[in-house]
T-cell receptor, first 117, second 113 residues
């Protein structure tokens, strides 16, 4: 049973299109995240939700909109895709947001590689 | 400001030789520190963590790291490299409660036979 699963694993699309990436975790965790990993493997947090509530929203263009229908799901919708959006997007979850209260462990999905042509 | 610096972008070792991946951090608070590993086309996996208990931390797959406050370092070591250790390694700091983890830029470990 995959703990954190993302779909699709690969996504190739044209500039200007709208696309979504879905994420589900079956660990019973309260907090979920979206990270972006660029071509140099640098990881940067984009969003974090705790019990369906947005708690971190880094400087991300408005074209990116996370949606959490329940605490086991955190989807990422991207409007008007641009070339610079090409990256690997990782979903992750943790027991709680405050790392000092938990093990500090994030559980990552295997990533969704987005290529914008 | 809190930050983490991985001193080597790429480390190459031979199978059976020791591994040293270096990490320095900057934090105004007593930090929690982590090492994560990412194998090709996979998500990240926690190797080990330091959360103000023992300064020498043992992780999975024979890795360990030592927290040295005087040197603000948290270097990752393994006595004997295995081919399966070839991966990307990230040093991570959580500088204070309620803030997001800060990832280093990663070190690529190559292991040759």
């Amino acid at each position: 049973d995959t703990a954190v699963s993302q779909t699709p694993k690969y996504l190739v699309t044209q500039m200007g299109n709208d696309k979504s990436i879905k994420c589900e975790q079956n660990l019973g965790h309260d907090t979920m995240y979206w990270y972006k990993q660029d071509s140099k493997k640098f990881l940067k947090i984009m969003f974090s939700y705790n019990n369906k509530e947005l708690i971190i929203n880094e400087t991300v263009p408005n074209r990116f909109s996370p949606k959490s229908p329940d605490k086991a799901h955190l989807n990422l919708h991207i409007n008007s895709l641009e070339l610079g959006d090409s990256a690997v997007y990782f979903c992750a979850s943790s027991q709680e947001f405050d790392v000092n209260l938990n093990t500090g462990e994030l559980f990552f999905g295997e990533g969704s590689r987005l290529t914008v042509l | 400001a809190q930050s983490v610096t991985q001193l080597d972008s790429h480390v190459s070792v031979s199978e059976g030789t020791p591994v040293l991946l270096r990490c320095n951090y900057s934090s105004s608070y007593s930090p929690s520190l982590f090492w994560y590993v990412q194998h090709p086309n996979k998500g990240l996996q926690l190797l080990l963590k330091y959360t103000s208990a023992a300064t020498l931390v043992k992780g999975i797959n024979g890795f360990e790291a030592e927290f040295k406050k005087s040197e603000t370092s948290f270097h990752l070591t393994k006595p004997s490299a295995h081919m399966s250790d070839a991966a990307e390694y990230f040093c991570v700091v959580s500088p204070q409660a309620g803030t997001a983890l800060i990832f280093g830029k990663g070190t690529t470990l190559s292991v040759s036979s």
